[in-house]
C-alpha cells in the first residue's frame, strides 16, 4: 500500500481544512486507516482513527468534536475534516494504514505511512 495525503496548508486559528489520504492497493480496503501528528520537538501522536468499513472512529480527547474522519473505500482514499483549529494542532500531519480491521491509537502497529502534509494554525 502506498499512501500519498495532500490538503495542508495555513489557516486562522477557528478556520478549518480538510485534508485526504490517498491510497493505491486493495489493500486499504481491508485495513483502519489512521491519522497522527507531529509537531516540532514533539513525538508522533494519535489523532484519529476509523475501521476498515467505516463503523467504527476513534479521536484523541484534544480534538473530538472538532474533527471528523471519513473514509471512501471505492476511491481508495480516507479524509479528516479539521473546523475550529486553534495553534497546538499545527503539525505535520500523517496518515497510516493498520491491516488489523479495526485500528488503534498506537503508531507502531500501523503498516503503513504516508509522508505528511504540513498543517499551520495562526492565532
Known amino acids: 500500500v502506498q499512501l500519498q495525503a495532500s490538503g495542508g496548508g495555513s489557516v486562522q486559528a477557528g478556520g478549518s481544512l480538510s485534508i485526504s489520504c490517498a491510497a493505491s492497493?486493495?489493500?486499504?480496503?481491508?485495513?483502519?486507516v489512521g491519522w497522527f501528528r507531529q509537531a516540532p520537538g514533539k513525538e508522533r501522536e494519535f489523532v484519529a482513527a476509523?475501521?476498515?468499513?467505516?463503523?467504527?472512529?476513534d479521536y484523541a480527547d484534544s480534538v473530538k468534536g472538532r474533527f471528523t474522519i471519513a473514509r471512501d473505500s471505492a476511491k481508495n482514499t480516507a479524509y479528516l475534516q479539521m473546523n475550529s483549529l486553534k495553534p497546538e494542532d499545527t503539525a505535520v500531519y500523517y496518515c497510516?494504514?493498520?491491516?488489523?480491521?479495526?485500528?488503534?491509537?498506537?503508531?507502531?502497529?500501523?503498516?503503513?505511512w504516508g509522508q505528511g502534509t504540513q498543517v499551520t494554525v495562526s492565532s
Open positions: 476509523i475501521s476498515w468499513s467505516g463503523g467504527n472512529t
Open positions: 497510516a494504514v493498520d491491516l488489523d480491521l479495526y485500528g488503534n491509537r498506537h503508531a507502531l502497529e500501523y503498516d503503513y
Open positions: 492497493g486493495r489493500t486499504f480496503r481491508s485495513g483502519a
